[in-house]
């Protein structure tokens, strides 16, 4: 049997664990919260923050304390928990179909990367949005 210097082993043992995605599927989270009603639209102005669970969900959290989920047409590649976006708007809201970009910090500013389209927003209580933030 070969033996592996420990030296060599362990960047292998990180290379695999670095490969390994952990992110949850949108099918886990919508079985951890079902959908609820849904809005097409939210107002621009109301937004404080955007929250990506996975690289398939945003939580936008509005002034005012309440939270909306909006699950993406499709998964945006490369979205993580500490992403940036670039939103297209076109008027006060947000709506479903409406394309965002992710940016990528290249050391001499920011260049926009894949687009990605929202879905439609459904309204999440607080422990809600905490079961969701927990499975990121």
């Known amino acids: ?10 960047p292998l043992l990180l290379m695999a664990c670095a490969g390994r995605d952990v992110r949850p599927t949108a099918e886990e989270v919508d079985a951890a919260i079902p959908p609820g ?7 621009i102005h109301r937004v404080r923050s955007i929250e990506p669970i996975g690289n398939h969900t945003l939580l936008f959290h509005m002034r005012g304390g309440d939270v909306w989920r909006n699950r993406l047409r499709a998964a945006c590649p490369g979205m993580h928990r500490h992403s940036k976006f670039l939103y297209e708007v076109r008027g006060s809201q947000l ?42």
Do not use: K, N, W
Request: proline fraction near 2%; aromatic fraction near 8%.
């Open 95 to 136: 709506c479903s179909l409406d394309s965002f970009y992710l940016l990528h910090d290249d050391g001499f500013g920011f260049r926009r990367g894949a687009g990605c389209a929202l879905g439609e927003f459904d309204l999440l209580t607080e422990e809600q949005a905490e079961t969701l933030r927990q499975m990121r």
């Open 1 to 10: 049997m070969t033996r592996l210097p420990v030296l060599l082993l362990v």
């Open 37 to 43: 009603d849904t809005e097409r639209c939210i107002a």
